[in-house]
């Protein structure tokens, strides 16, 4: 068993974990949201995303030109996420099949830069307890795992949008690891402007731990009298975006009508900002996300219960891990908490987690060596899981294929009544929201069961049917 470990390279465990990252990206069609953002954004109306909007106004995006004029729309009706949306759009309108394969680099790319952000290290020093490392803490601490990678709409808003966070703040650590560094790419400073635009016009849990980050850095470098014009561009173009995201009409629209017309069951309008909704927040939202990732804590507990600091490294987990704990903090602070949101939370903890492993690495290798039957125990309960997603997802994916076969067979009728999607109850235990299960499919993964809810709307409106409706579904 010890040289069938030692004969495992880190691309063999990336290239495997891609593959079925594929495969899941796959069995997955449009699906919610998804029709949604197939339309050009009705900013005259009550948007796309409110039960009972007026199936006749809706346009589907038939060109580029279309998404830009959605996201103004959208911008001034519903929200400022404009780079992750102008992604759905652009995907929804091209087909499932090009976000598959442009979902797999994004996600490689996510996992490349937390490993250049939180070792500074080159590819030629990376192993395989750091991917397996990496992987890990994004399989089994991050939120909402199949909302926030897979599913088209919430892919592109968590995972793409931290992507870019996590691009723009590189080159700082960079150069925080390694000071000496000079950036010799030509125009490099207008990229890196690029950029931080995108990074602060993201998503806002996101972004704001990447001013709380990026702020850190500048003042560590000015203090080193090392402080260089690409990061003052940088830093400046970061709040330019994060202001263009944050003060969008959209935000304050969007409470408006979302109070007015369906107001939130958890936190009532009457009741937001009050300690009802602090509670309320911590309750759903802070506490599961901060319990999923309280393990990356341990490689930094380790750290610095060991005694031997390095202040470069002690400040660099610091401003990382504080980062991560902004993020909840704020969400405590938004009208509600969704546990996807605390996505980017877990990124940034795993890049502090990473660095303080990076110092204790020989003891971890030590330590497994030695227990290389703990390692295959957990390996097979990683495959084991990831397995479990597969069929899960393909039995997801078999029961919309059998639903589009009964619409097409009863595509004229006036109102069509299908099947609720079912996932088992097993799955759902083991699996919990890594992968779908009924409680996202119940509230906003699956169409309503009334003619007036949104997702069934669009997806008639989009499949060119009259109405379509899920049968009743008791739900505990």
Same mark, same amino acid.
Request: charged share 15%; net charge positive; hydrophobic share 55%.
């Given at each position: ?15 495997? #974990?891609?593959? *079925? ?5 796959? =069995? ?15 900013? /005259? ?8 909007? /007026? ?9 580029? %030109? ?30 499932? *099949? ?26 030629? !020093? ?6 397996? #490392? ?9 939120? =909402? ?20 966070? &996590?691009?723009?703040? +590189?080159? #700082? ?26 990074? @602060? ?10 001013? %709380?980050?990026?702020?850190? #850095? ?19 173009? +970061? ?16 409470? !408006? ?43 930094? &507990? ?6 031997? *600091? ?12 504080? $980062? =991560?704990? +902004? ?51 957990? $390996? ?7 397995? @479990? ?24 009728? /006036? ?5 609720? +999607? ?9 699996? @919990? ?19 007036? @809810? ?23």
């Amino acid at each position: 068993m010890n040289k069938f470990f030692r004969q495992i390279s880190w691309q063999i465990i990336f290239a495997v #974990f891609l593959g *079925i990252f594929f495969l899941r990206n796959l =069995s997955l069609p449009i699906i919610a949201d998804d029709y949604a953002y197939a339309f050009i954004w009705d900013g /005259d109306g009550l948007g796309n995303l409110l039960n009972g909007i /007026d199936a006749n106004r809706l346009q589907r995006v038939e060109s580029f %030109s279309d998404i830009l004029y959605s996201q103004w729309q959208h911008y001034f009706t519903w929200g400022g996420r404009t780079i992750a949306h102008i992604f759905v759009q652009f995907f929804v309108w091209q087909g499932r *099949i090009f976000f598959d394969v442009a979902n797999i680099f994004v996600f490689a790319a996510l996992v490349l830069l937390i490993f250049k952000v939180g070792t500074g290290l080159t590819l030629r !020093e990376m192993n395989k307890t750091y991917m397996a #490392f990496i992987l890990a803490g994004i399989y089994f601490c991050t939120p =909402s795992l199949i909302i926030t990678t897979v599913w088209l709409t919430g892919a592109c808003n968590y995972l793409w949008m931290c992507t870019l966070e &996590i691009l723009f703040l +590189l080159p #700082f650590a960079l150069k925080y690891w390694q000071p000496k560094k000079q950036f010799l790419i030509p125009n490099f400073t207008f990229l890196i402007a690029l950029a931080a635009l995108m990074a @602060g016009w993201s998503i806002e849990p996101g972004a704001v731990a990447t001013i %709380s980050v990026a702020s850190l #850095f500048v003042i560590y470098f000015w203090r080193k009298k090392n402080l260089e014009l690409w990061m003052k561009v940088g830093f400046l173009f +970061l709040l330019i975006g994060f202001a263009l995201l944050m003060l969008s009409p959209g935000n304050f629209h969007r409470l !408006e009508i979302t109070n007015a017309y369906e107001p939130d069951d958890i936190v009532p309008p009457d009741a937001q900002w009050t300690p009802q909704m602090f509670l309320t927040n911590f309750v759903v939202g802070f506490l599961p996300v901060f319990l999923r990732e309280a393990i990356l804590f341990v490689p930094i &507990i380790i750290y610095f219960a060991r005694g031997k *600091i390095s202040p470069v490294v002690a400040r660099f987990i610091l401003t990382f891990a504080g $980062a =991560s704990i +902004l993020i909840l903090l704020v969400m405590l602070c938004s009208p509600e908490f969704p546990q996807r949101a605390g996505f980017p939370s877990t990124i940034f903890l795993l890049i502090g987690s990473l660095a303080a492993l990076k110092e204790i690495l020989p003891s971890v290798e030590n330590f497994f060596r030695r227990r290389l039957k703990l390692v295959a125990i957990l $390996a097979a309960f990683w495959s084991l899981s990831l397995l @479990g997603c597969l069929v899960v997802e393909y039995d997801l994916h078999c029961q919309l294929q059998a639903r589009n076969e009964f619409i097409a067979a009863h595509k004229n009728d /006036d109102l069509i009544t299908v099947k609720p +999607l079912e996932i088992p109850d097993l799955a759902e235990k083991f699996l @919990g929201t890594r992968t779908w299960n009924n409680m996202t499919l119940y509230w906003g993964g699956d169409i309503e069961p009334n003619t007036k @809810g949104n997702r069934g709307i669009t997806f008639a409106r989009y499949h060119g049917l009259k109405k379509i409706v899920v049968e009743e579904k008791a739900f505990e």
